[in-house]
C-alpha cells in the first residue's frame, strides 16, 4: 500500500469517529510514527502532508531528522534516559514520556525554551508500561512548576494491546478525566489542553474519547514488508 492510499483510509476514520463523538476533525494531529521505516518512506508521508513525526529512538529521531528537518514536527515518544536527553533536545518540538522528577531536571537544564511535554500515565496498571499511575499524575504535574523550561501540554497514553473495546474506553476516558481535572485548575505551566492517546488499532475509539495527538505507525507507513 502507499502511504496515500493508507492516509487516506486514516482520514476517513477519523472523520466518522469525529462525526460519532461530534468533534471537529482539525482538533485531530496525526502523528506519523516511522520508527519502522526507512527515510525514503518518511518522505513519502511528508510529501503527503503528514507534517508531525515521531520516534521512539534516539537514533531513529536522529536520522530522520537529519533528511527532514524543520519542515516537520517533530515528537520523541519512546522511554527516554536522562543521559540521552542532550542528544535529542535542540531537535524535538514535543516530548510524550515524560514520567520522572529526573527527566524532568535534565530537560530543563538542557534547554531553554519551555519545551513542549507530555506526562506519561500507565493507565492500564500493566508492569510492563511506563508511565505514572493515574492517582500520581497530579501531584507530579504540580512538581513541574519547579522547572520553568517545561511546559506540560498534556496527558499521553499506551493503551493495553487488546480487542476488548470497552476496556479500552475506559482507559481513554479516565486519561481525559484526569486531563480536565489538571486543566481545570488553571497553572501556568500545566496548560494540560491535549491529549496524547490512539496508535493504529485504536485511535478511532482514542478520538471518540478525546484525544488531540494520535500516534500511528504501521497502518500508515506499514504494512511492513522487507
Ligand atoms: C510504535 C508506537 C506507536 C505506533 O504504533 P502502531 O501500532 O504501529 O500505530 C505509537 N506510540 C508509541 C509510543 C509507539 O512506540
Known sequence: MTVANNLANIKQNIEQACKNSN??????????????????????????????????????????????????????????????????????????????????????????????CFVQVNVSGEESKHGLDLNQVQAFVDTLRNYPNIKVVGLMTMAPFIKDEKRLRETFRSLRELRDTIQSEGWEHAPCHYLSMGMSNDYQIAIEEGATHVRIGSSLVGPYEE
Open 23 to 116: 468533534r471537529d476533525p482539525g482538533d485531530i494531529t496525526i502523528i506519523g510514527v516511522t520508527k519502522y521505516v526507512t527515510i525514503k518512506r518518511a518522505e513519502e508521508a511528508l510529501a503527503e502532508g503528514i507534517n508531525h513525526f515521531g520516534e521512539n529512538r534516539i537514533e531513529g529521531l536522529i536520522d530522520k531528522y537529519q533528511s527532514i528537518g524543520t519542515e516537520a514536527t517533530w515528537h520523541f515518544i519512546g522511554s527516554l534516559q536522562s543521559r540521552k536527553v542532550k542528544e535529542i533536545i535542540d531537535k524535538v518540538d514535543y516530548i510524550h514520556s515524560l514520567d520522572r522528577k529526573s527527566l524532568a531536571k535534565e530537560i530543563n537544564k538542557r534547554t531553554n525554551k519551555a519545551l513542549k
